[in-house]
């Protein structure tokens, strides 16, 4: 179930798609915070984040009638919101890595042989790994984040940003050597605890 009730949620469709400024600002409010946070994953500071989000509800308010009601209203509101943040990524012209596969295979695989004990991972606190990841580059980042926090596949990564496969691959399998690096000084630390 989404954060509406159905009624309620039905009301606020029908009132954003009328245009009515209470339903749009009770829908903005209302998950204002969540999206924000999940255009902070894209942006490179709070600002962007703001004119990320800002530029997403346009969107939204705009184009409420081609909402069909399939999946929740949330849900397609952060479909409209991430696909600002990509577009804003594109827009800024960030250049991908760019390897080929055999190359990302090797990244690939040299990771593996790392065999570090996950679990050591699983005891950082989620908003040290997040502040991490802010600290990739925009490329790295932005694959990171479609790929491990929003479920996208490379090939649907790829399409959308307008790079190959093998470079998302590339981008995610350096976004998590990076990370990896970041936090090795607090997992060396929960180590040895």
């Not at 989000?53 to 969107?59: A, C, H, P, S, Y």
């Not at 990771?111 to 580059?137: A, F, G, H, R, T």
Request: include cysteine; glycine fraction near 6%; proline fraction near 3%.
């Amino acid at each position: 179930m989404g954060i509406w009730h159905p009624h309620e949620e039905a009301q606020l469709i029908e009132g954003c798609r009328n245009g009515s400024r209470k339903a749009q600002e009770d829908v903005f409010n209302a998950i204002y915070r969540r999206l924000l946070s999940v255009c902070r994953r894209y942006a490179k500071d709070d600002d962007e984040a703001k004119d990320i989000l800002q530029n997403g509800f346009i969107k939204v308010f705009k184009s409420v009638e081609n909402y069909k009601g399939d999946g929740s209203f949330e849900g397609w509101i952060k479909r409209i919101v991430i696909n600002t943040a990509i577009d804003n990524y594109r827009r800024k012209k960030v250049k991908p890595v760019v390897v080929d596969s055999e190359m990302t295979d090797r990244v690939g695989s040299n990771m593996e042989d790392e065999q570090e004990d996950e679990s050591v991972y699983q005891q950082i606190p989620v908003n040290v790994v997040l502040d991490s990841v802010q600290k990739l580059s925009p490329a790295y980042r932005t694959v990171f984040n479609l790929y491990v926090l929003e479920g996208y596949n490379h090939n649907e990564i790829a399409e959308m940003l307008d790079i190959s496969v093998g470079t998302s691959k590339s981008n995610l399998s350096k976004a998590r050597l990076n990370l990896r690096k970041m936090l090795k000084p607090l997992v060396d630390k929960i180590s040895q605890e």
